[in-house]
């Protein structure tokens, strides 16, 4: 078999609106889901398709800044090499320090197009482990009412995992919480997440109210307050979830040794396929299960998580993949599909599906 070499990068910095205004537990408010689209083209056509994404809030990285790197810094490095070289291409990046969102939306790309050469479907090339995943509707700061309105009308769709903000206000948070379980009833799956935006004061008093009623609470309080969150930790009957807490390798090692989390949210969009394999297989060795968490991707991004996401057993529970469902447009031709709360991943080569050009250049933006 000749393997194609990688001939071309395109990064396409796009923007695309919300359907509704989202609100995190920090009482950020996001109106727009700010992208990189990702063309990596091989000697023989072939186009694999990826998204990195631009968040100052979370990755530090920007569209100027991203699109810079790839077109400066990666492309460079990579054209010329072949795509099945994965490994190499990761040394090779590596001494490119910092600009995780530019280089996992490389790696996603890659790995897709690599895939598509082999003619197999992206989730059987990371692992096979099966083709059907389940989502968790995520529930943004908003009034008790909307939050609960919101929760009911994504059950009624088959939904039956949600994730739920809180930090702005103990009392509000454990009404809401309250009436969510009252209404969803004891099958549906709970749990919360503060964005680090609690004190610890407040986040003892808020989740001994509630810990009998959700599975478990993400950051609830700084990641840096590793003494806080060992005896928040120790308080709660129900387990810490990391987010901002492990978004490399070197960061999960740091957070098995401090044994505070014991279950940790994977973002490809954030750490790539290859960093988060590496992650991955370090948690499994110490027992800390896996779920897929989003970065506020389009249907790319979360086509490509989502593959990922059924490659491997590691991933424990429902993906947080639903963010794309609130947005405006789909920017791919054959994308995923929400049906009963769970995705079922294509059986066509890569990502099984196919950029529309028409609409990326709909969003595109002018840097």
Request: glycine fraction near 8%.
């Amino acid at each position: 078999m000749l393997i194609p070499k990688i001939r071309d990068v395109e990064a396409i910095p796009i923007s695309m609106p919300f359907t509704m205004s989202l609100t995190s537990g920090k009482m950020e408010t996001l109106d727009r889901a700010n992208s990189i689209v990702i063309r990596v083209v091989l000697e023989d056509g072939t186009v694999g398709i990826g998204e990195a994404k631009s968040s100052y809030q979370v990755l530090g990285e920007s569209h100027a800044s991203v699109c810079h790197a790839i077109k400066e810094w990666i492309s460079p490095r990579i054209c010329g090499m072949a795509v099945s070289d994965i490994e190499a291409i990761s040394a090779r990046l590596s001494v490119i320090k910092g600009n995780a969102s530019a280089k996992s939306g490389i790696d996603m790309a890659i790995h897709d197009a690599w895939a598509r050469v082999l003619g197999i479907p992206l989730y059987r090339l990371l692992g096979g482990f099966k083709n059907k995943i389940d989502l968790t509707w995520i529930l943004g700061q908003a009034s008790t009412d909307h939050m609960c309105e919101d929760a009911l009308s994504a059950h009624a769709k088959g939904f039956n995992a949600f994730k739920i903000k809180i930090g702005k206000d103990p009392k509000k948070d454990i009404e809401v919480v309250t009436r969510l379980r009252k209404a969803l009833g004891d099958q549906a799956f709970l749990y919360v997440d503060g964005n680090q935006g609690l004190l610890y004061g407040e986040a003892v008093k808020t989740l001994v109210a509630i810990e009998d009623m959700v599975a478990m609470v993400e950051d609830p309080i700084s990641i840096d307050d590793h003494v806080g969150r060992r005896r928040l930790a120790d308080k709660l009957k129900i387990p810490m979830l990391g987010d901002e807490c492990g978004t490399n390798v070197a960061d999960v090692r740091r957070e098995i040794d401090l044994g505070i989390v014991r279950v940790m949210n994977v973002k490809p969009m954030r750490s790539g396929f290859t960093e988060s394999v590496k992650m991955i297989r370090m948690m499994e060795q110490a027992s800390i299960l896996n779920l897929t968490g989003t970065l506020l991707e389009t249907d790319l991004g979360a086509l490509a998580s989502a593959h990922l996401t059924a490659a491997l057993r590691a991933f424990a529970y429902p993906a947080e993949l639903t963010y794309w469902l609130k947005m405006e447009g789909r920017l791919l031709e054959n994308g995923p599909a929400a049906v009963n709360g769970s995705l079922t991943l294509p059986e066509a080569p890569g990502l099984g599906a196919s950029l529309n050009m028409d609409i990326v250049r709909r969003y595109q933006i002018a840097l």
